[in-house]
């Protein structure tokens, strides 16, 4: 029987099979992944092959290749990593232009994480009720750019529940990693998409937390048209990922674009002659706060500045 996990408490996961049951199962055998150290061989978001057995658990036998995962370290010494979730669809960031404020940098280090990631991502503008012009004026010019880069937009009000059709029509049947700032909305809008399961504003990782007991728990909210969220408690967005300088680079596409034609091959587009990023951006082809992120993201890689925020 096949099916997905959505759920990790433990040595246990919850597979919600292809015929609608959810089965509680165990791993059987030695997991290994190719590329990774992992400290869980099997995370929510995978697909897995399950043997049910006459008291209606189960063992997996067998997980399909993932697409895409997302990890943290699992402690601040280890190599090994913790995998947060697989086979991710989309990332959505809550941003919110005021109330609180979400900086250019914390938007692009997202997007170039997500990148990193090959997890596509949508920007979500909430609280467009509270907006006065110039707040207005300044989100859609923030629209404007990353709508050119390649990554869609769209304006909600979670509070009065404006966009919200849209939205849920984004999310049916996929896999979505819900992100945001602290404050920007992103339990009043979990609970308007959840209908019945009224959490109070500000206890979304309380209910999450449920179970806490084990570190290594992990689930993924079910929405009722299908489809589910990932709100990982105590990961602000994707958990670490390492660059190399000359990566990074890479994970801004209209950066990495014109990169072709800087005069040195391992140009940093920080100071060389003959950067045709820096000319870009002296002639407006690239966004100069697009620029400054990709300058703070080269300057504090490796410490744990950067760390922290994702
Ligand atoms: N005006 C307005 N306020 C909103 C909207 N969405 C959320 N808020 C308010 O913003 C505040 C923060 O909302 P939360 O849903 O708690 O934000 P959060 O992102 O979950 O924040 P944490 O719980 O700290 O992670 C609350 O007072 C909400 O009522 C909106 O669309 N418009
Ligand atoms: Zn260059």
């Known amino acids: 029987m096949k099916g997905l996990v959505i759920k990790n408490t433990g040595s246990w996961y919850s597979v919600r099979t292809d015929d609608g049951r959810t089965i509680e199962s165990k791993i059987k055998g030695n997991f290994r992944l190719k590329d990774i150290r992992s400290t869980n061989p099997v995370s929510v978001g995978d697909r897995v092959d399950i043997d049910i057995n006459n008291e209606g658990t189960a063992f997996i036998t067998e997980i399909e290749d993932r697409k895409n995962y997302i990890v943290r370290r699992a402690s601040n010494l280890s190599k090994q990593s913790h995998i947060i979730a697989a086979n991710l669809d ?124 084990t570190t290594t728990f992990s689930e993924m909210i079910e929405l009722p048209d299908g489809g589910f969220i990932i709100d990982t408690p105590g990961i602000k967005g994707f958990g670490t990922i390492e660059m190399e300088d000359a990566e990074i680079s890479h994970y801004f596409p209209e950066i990495f674009k014109h990169s072709d034609k800087c005069r040195f091959g391992n140009c940093s587009h920080r100071h060389e002659p003959g950067c045709a990023v820096i000319e870009a951006v002296e002639n407006h082809y690239i966004s100069e706060s697009r620029y400054r992120s990709y300058l703070s993201i080269l300057t504090d890689k490796g410490e744990s500045k950067y760390r922290e925020d994702f």
């Open 90 to 213: 989309q990332a959505m960031l809550i941003v919110t232009v005021n109330y609180p404020i979400t900086t250019t940098v914390f938007i692009d280090r997202f997007l170039a994480t997500a990148e990193a990631y090959r997890v596509p991502v949508k920007l979500i503008f909430n609280k467009i009720d509270r907006y006065h012009a110039d707040d207005q004026e300044y989100m859609e010019a923030l629209i404007h750019l990353y709508t050119t880069i390649g990554y869609p937009c769209s304006k909600i009000c979670a509070k009065k529940e404006i966009g919200l059709d849209e939205l849920r029509e984004e999310l049916k049947g996929k896999i979505t990693l819900l992100s945001g700032h602290s404050g920007v909305g992103k339990s009043t809008l979990i609970n308007k998409l959840l209908p019945g399961v009224n959490l109070k504003t500000g206890d979304i990782s309380e209910y999450h937390n449920k179970g806490m007991h």
